[in-house]
């Protein structure tokens, strides 16, 4: 049973690039959602998406923006990237009726330069 | 706004020793609770959850957490901490579609 996977692993950037960071959910879940986890902090709600319909968002700046595929996988954007984008970027995904118990995928660790 | 707080930012146990993290909670109603953990530059795994019934809930790895409402709090309890226990410990609850994180709690085991 494939858990949730997620694209590329680590990334460098530099400022005012733009980002695309990937994810597949667990097998038989239909529902994602992305979290920002600075360092030493916990993971921050970016948002997520459910019949490829952005279904609740965080206080994320428009910048942030994100697509979910036919099959369930969905991309995060990150435009006009600052120093302080610098995070783990986590991937969570669950059921349309269970949306609260998410499971995490390892998390892309994004640096911007 | 709903949201947790861990009150302990490090924690530091003997392997064999029992531990307790603790966990309160900001909600209006019947909060949906959980506890993760994550081993260094991993994702999140989930230990377990409260959503209604039983108070005492069971997990994985022998860990267990009580919700007590009336202290409006949900904390994370093993009887005998084992080395690969060392990790980050968070709780969460539900906020709509979404899961709102404490700052974790940094467990170290000593021998």
């Known amino acids: 049973d494939a858990g949730v996977t997620q694209s590329p692993t680590h990334l460098i950037k530099t400022r005012g690039q733009q980002v695309t960071l990937r994810c597949s959910p667990k097998?038989?879940?239909?529902?994602v959602s992305w979290y920002q986890q600075a360092l030493g902090q916990g993971p921050q709600f970016i948002f997520q998406?459910?019949?490829?319909?952005?279904?609740q968002r965080g206080n994320f700046p428009d910048r942030f923006s994100g697509h979910q595929f036919p099959n369930y996988s969905s991309e995060l954007n990150v435009n006009a990237l600052l120093l302080g984008d610098s995070a783990l970027y986590l991937c969570?995904?669950?059921?349309?009726?269970?949306?609260?118990?998410?499971?995490f995928g390892p998390g892309t660790r994004l640096t911007v330069l | 706004a709903q949201s947790v707080t861990q009150p302990d930012i490090h924690i530091t146990v003997s392997e064999g020793a029992s531990l307790e993290l603790r966990c309160n909670y900001s909600?209006?109603?019947?909060?949906?609770l959980f506890w993760y953990v994550q081993s260094p530059g991993q994702g999140l795994q989930l230990l377990l959850k409260?959503?209604?019934?039983?108070?005492l809930v069971q997990g994985i790895k022998g860990f267990e957490a009580e919700f007590k409402r009336s202290q409006s709090s949900f904390n994370l309890r093993k009887p005998s901490v084992h080395w690969s226990d060392a990790a980050e410990y968070f709780c969460?609850?539900?906020?709509?579609?979404?899961?709102?994180f404490g700052k974790g709690t940094s467990l170290l085991v000593t021998p």
């Open positions: 409260y959503f209604s019934g039983d108070t």
């Open positions: 097998s038989g879940h239909d529902t």
């Open positions: 909600y209006g109603a019947t909060p949906y």
């Open positions: 969570a995904s669950s059921l349309r009726q269970l949306y609260n118990e998410q499971f």
């Open positions: 998406y459910y019949e490829e319909e952005e279904r």
């Open positions: 969460a609850v539900n906020s709509g579609y979404a899961l709102n």
